[in-house]
């Protein structure tokens, strides 16, 4: 099974594709879809979901998680992200790739074992479950492919994930 995982950003938003067979997952790739901050948002909008949709076409996954909005102080920053994390959403299901949410605090339990692991603990997570030689950058591929982990490690027997939630 092939897993895409997205951690969505206005400015970047990173993506992470693995593999899982049993209990076993591999890297397959990541990195992060940018748009021009010189745009207009509607554009720049357009810009994540093309990219996103080339990801899809590309790796072809099974499934793809998301990581949930949390709302800050910022309003309009977070209703900005929530757009983005539409469009990332959108572009996984229109390729008919069902699509599950997990909050920050729940890849980051599955991941770590800590859901208020900082940024460099889950990237170093990421690069030992994985397998990898050198950290994914930036931190938004690693964060991508965390929220894949996390998936997979969802639905392993006893996960200590709580339910996905189904977007599809």
């Known amino acids: 099974m092939r897993i895409l995982g997205i ?3 206005l400015r970047k ?3 992470g594709v693995i593999a899982k067979d049993g209990s076993k997952l591999s890297f397959l790739a990541c990195g992060t879809v940018k748009s021009d901050e010189k745009e207009a948002l509607s554009v720049r909008l357009k810009q994540l979901h093309d990219g ?3 990801i ?3 790796f072809v ?4 998680a998301v990581e949930e909005t949390f709302v800050n102080k910022d309003a ?3 209703l900005k992200l929530g757009q983005a994390r539409g469009v990332a959403m959108l ?3 229109e390729a008919g790739c069902p699509v599950v949410e997990y909050t920050p605090a729940e890849i980051k339990r599955a991941v770590v074992g800590y859901g208020r692991a900082e940024k460099h603990q889950v990237q170093q997570m990421v690069t030992l ?7 994914p950058e930036p931190f938004d591929a690693s964060d991508a492919l965390a929220v894949a982990i996390c998936h997979a490690h969802a639905q392993m027997p006893g996960a200590p994930v709580a339910p996905a939630r189904r977007s599809k």
């Open 52 to 54: 996103l949709r080339e």
């Open 91 to 93: 572009a996984a299901v």
């Open 7 to 9: 951690d969505p950003g």
């Open 13 to 15: 938003t990173g993506w």
């Open 61 to 64: 996954p099974d499934e793809a």
């Open 129 to 135: 479950l994985l397998g990898l030689a050198a950290p």
């Open 76 to 78: 309009r920053a977070t």
């Open 56 to 58: 899809v076409a590309s």
